[in-house]
């Protein structure tokens, strides 16, 4: 069975750009979360979805959006890119009831 | 608010001996707790899952332990290999969804 993809693995943008990232869960996994990583902050919660709908919402600011589609692949949008939004951006599928999350490769953003 | 704190922060040994990582939670009141590994540049791999009903799970050489009354939670290695070498993470969820707290993790070198 296939784990967690996310694409793209590296990207670089510059300040004021907005990124897509994006995420295929493990097959039959309906709940999609993203976490942010970063060697300062450690991991922090950004948001999960759950059959196309957002269950929860971490403490960050709202240029910070996602999306779940009908597959239950998801993606994360970050506009007006900032300095401080380089960070390592981590995808986790659950499946339903366990509460257990599996965790994609990452996809790492450099905001130069 | 939970907050999750790892000690300790790293750590060095020769191969072969057995060790304790420790994670200690403010909230006792945890859905479920969750040990990962974290090799560089890597994404997270999950190694154990504890639910806040059992008190201990066991995979190969690892033991993760569970106290939910005093917050606290210990991984422990037996017979460590360099190939155990990675950062270790600790996260508990409160809600039973994916919304996980992490601590800092504990950076583990095993030594040849």
């Known amino acids: 069975k296939a784990g967690v993809t996310q694409t793209p693995r590296y990207l670089i943008k510059t300040r004021g750009q907005q990124v897509t990232l994006s995420c295929s869960p493990i097959s039959g996994h309906r709940s999609v979360s993203w976490y942010q990583q970063t060697p300062g902050q450690g991991l922090q919660f950004l948001f999960e979805y759950f059959s196309e709908t957002q269950r929860n919402k971490g403490n960050f600011p709202g240029r910070f959006s996602g999306r779940q589609f009908s597959n239950s692949r998801s993606e994360m949008n970050v506009s007006t890119l900032e300095l401080g939004d380089s960070a390592l951006y981590l995808c986790a599928s659950s499946p339903f009831g366990t509460g257990e999350l599996f965790f994609g490769e990452g996809s790492r953003l450099t905001v130069l | 608010k939970q907050e999750v704190t790892q000690i300790p922060a790293a750590l060095s040994v020769p191969e072969g001996e057995n060790l304790v990582l420790n994670c200690s939670f403010t909230d006792s009141a945890i859905y479920n707790l969750q040990w990962f590994r974290q090799d560089p540049g890597k994404g997270l791999t999950s190694l154990l899952l504890?639910?806040?009903?059992?008190r201990e799970q066991t995979s190969g050489r690892l033991n993760a332990s569970l106290d939910k009354s005093s917050g606290r939670s210990t991984l422990y290695i037996a017979a460590s290999q360099p190939g155990d070498s990675a950062t270790y993470l600790c996260a508990v969820s409160t809600t039973g969804y994916s919304t996980l707290t992490f601590g800092k993790g504990t950076m583990l070198l095993v030594s040849p």
């Open positions: 504890i639910q806040s009903s059992q």
